[in-house]
């Protein structure tokens, strides 16, 4: 009742742009953040895939929205038709953020920086760190390119030989050479090798699941089929948060590791996509206790 009394000839209005979207959180993340806020903006959700995105943004632009959200299958067609680019979504090729600033639409990633701003709030800062991440679709590239962005040291990329290979190699060879300001040094090996896969694991201070393994229709599986890689003192975080305990989650849970799921990313995403869109901050821990 608050949202609607709230909704007047002054209301600003936020957008999804993605198909299918019936059960996405947004809506009800950001609409309740607003409420709480007392900010006089509205979040709506459009279905809307590759077909109509360009008539979509066309239409974003003319009502003069405060910005949107872009996800699946938009995340990458989308960069044409935006007018500027950071640099989260610049190196990851994808943007899941716009921002309307002064007229021009800026694109974002928040993705990548969900996930190490999640990191930080259990109190670990990627400065200096080696992760080994597996997979290179649409939440490991931003995972990768944004701890590059934060300071990572090295990064080992390890991604079945399915139609994903070549972007894992791609986003490699942007962090080694598109990104080479940054002296990140950037790995990339087949999962299928399982002897590297130890050995990266072994030298790293963070393992990252970034594939869908572990949720529906791959629930109970992981990508660690040898528990005996993990340790007490690795950092094994998933991008999986349904169920909230994935396979890999408990796998690292018994073998004494630091356990995080993908929910902190989730939120944090919207968060920082939030803050981009407002300047102020989302009541995390409100809108955490109120949907999640
Ligand atoms: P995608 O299709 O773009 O990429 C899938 C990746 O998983 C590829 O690298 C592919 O090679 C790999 N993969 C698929 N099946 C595999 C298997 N059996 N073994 C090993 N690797 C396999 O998908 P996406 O958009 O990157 O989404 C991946 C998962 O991340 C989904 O479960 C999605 O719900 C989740 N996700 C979470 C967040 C979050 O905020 N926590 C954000 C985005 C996506």
């Known amino acids: 009742m608050e949202s609607l009394a709230r909704i ?52 974003m632009r ?14 990458m067609k989308i960069l044409p038709h935006l007018d ?8 990851s090729g ?17 993705d990548g920086m969900g996930y190490t701003r999640n990191l930080k709030e259990h109190g670990i800062d990627i400065k200096g760190k080696k992760m080994t991440l597996i997979g290179s679709g649409g939440a490991a590239t931003p995972i990768a390119i944004q701890s590059a ?27 080694n050479e598109d990104m080479k300001h940054l002296n990140v040094k950037a790995n990339v090996y087949p999962l299928e090798n399982l002897e590297q896969l ?9 393992l990252a699941n970034g594939t869908g393994v572990g949720m529906k229709p791959l629930e ?10 993990l340790r007490s003192d690795l950092i094994v975080t998933d991008v999986v948060y349904i169920p909230r305990k994935s396979k890999l989650m408990e796998q690292a849970e018994a073998a004494g590791a630091t356990a995080i799921n993908g929910l902190g990313m989730m939120l944090w995403q919207g968060a920082l996509a939030f803050e981009l869109w407002t300047g102020q901050q989302m009541p995390v821990d409100y809108i955490k206790e109120q949907i999640f």
């Open 94 to 110: 994808a943007v899941n953020t716009v921002v309307n600033v002064d007229g021009k639409f800026v694109g974002h990633s928040t």
């Open 198 to 206: 130890r050995a990266e694991i072994e030298t790293s201070d963070i």
């Open 220 to 229: 109970g599986l992981s990508v660690i089929q040898d528990e005996s890689m």
């Open 8 to 59: 007047n000839g002054k209301t600003e209005l936020v957008g999804l742009l993605a198909t299918p979207i019936g059960h996405s959180l947004s809506p009800a993340m950001h609409n309740l953040a607003f409420d709480k806020l007392g900010l006089n903006c509205a979040y709506l959700a459009f279905e809307v895939g590759n077909e109509s995105l360009e008539d979509a943004v066309k239409g």
């Open 62 to 75: 003319a009502l003069n929205v405060k910005g949107f959200n872009v996800s699946m299958p938009n995340k």
């Open 149 to 175: 962005l934060e300071g990572l040291a090295e990064i080992s990329i390890f991604a079945r030989d399915d139609a994903f290979f070549p972007q894992a190699e791609e986003n490699v060879r942007i962090i």
């Open 84 to 91: 500027e680019l950071a640099d989260s979504a610049k190196f």
